[in-house]
């Protein structure tokens, strides 16, 4: 098992344009989170699955985020009509259900840059 | 709501010495407290995780501990080296608005200088 993976990692994008990212979370774990961070600050929430099911979603996620986890395997999280703020690293996790609450593990990350 | 701090923002050290950081949660009601390493650019390694019913945890060069009634937790690294240079970011878990989520703070920049 190679871990959580993430792609792309990194994405230039022009303000205006949708940009889409996935995640594949290490095959036996039914969790997987969304994270965003930016520069100089900590990670914060912004979505959580288990299976295939949307169990909470951020307030931080506005209406132009979209994630799904349509097979309860892998993850996408779009970005609709892209804005200069929506700049971070996009950090996906995943956990199973057994494990000790916030024992997640993370992938490396995807980059999004907004011009 | 829960808020995480860390304390200092960066450190800069010479190779070989110990050091501490701190991390300090408003709400005592945590399930746990982790701390992680973030390299630059990259996602976070998990280091340690306190379960809310322990006092340390020790793993290597690192130990922590957690006083959950004052709501504060350390980072200690003996005998720094230059592979330890990352971002070590501190996060609690609890039943905040009815779920489990980790809330991070923004972390301490180290540097061990050679």
Partial sequence: DTGVSQDPRHKITKRGQNVTFR?????????????????????????YFQNEAQLEKSRLLSDRFSAERPKGSFSTLE????????????LCASSSTGAFVGELFFGEGSRLTVL | KQEVTQIPAALSVPEGENL????????SAIYNLQWFRQDPGKGLTSLLLIQSSQREQTSGR?????????????????????????????AVT??????EKLVFGK????????
């Fill in chain 1, 23 to 47: 995640c594949d979370p290490i095959s036996e774990h039914n969790r997987l989170y969304w994270y965003r961070q930016t520069l100089g600050q900590g990670p914060e929430f912004l979505t």
């Fill in chain 2, 20 to 27: 501490v950081l701190n991390c300090s949660f408003t709400d």
């Fill in chain 2, 62 to 90: 690192l130990n922590a501990s957690l006083d959950k009634s004052s709501g504060r937790s350390t980072l200690y690294i003996a005998a720094s080296q230059p592979g330890d240079s990352a971002t070590y970011l501190c």
């Fill in chain 2, 94 to 99: 609890g039943e905040w608005g009815g779920s």
């Fill in chain 1, 79 to 90: 970005i609709q009509r892209t804005e200069q703020g929506d700049s971070a690293m996009y």
């Fill in chain 2, 107 to 114: 972390g301490t920049k180290l540097t061990v200088n050679p």
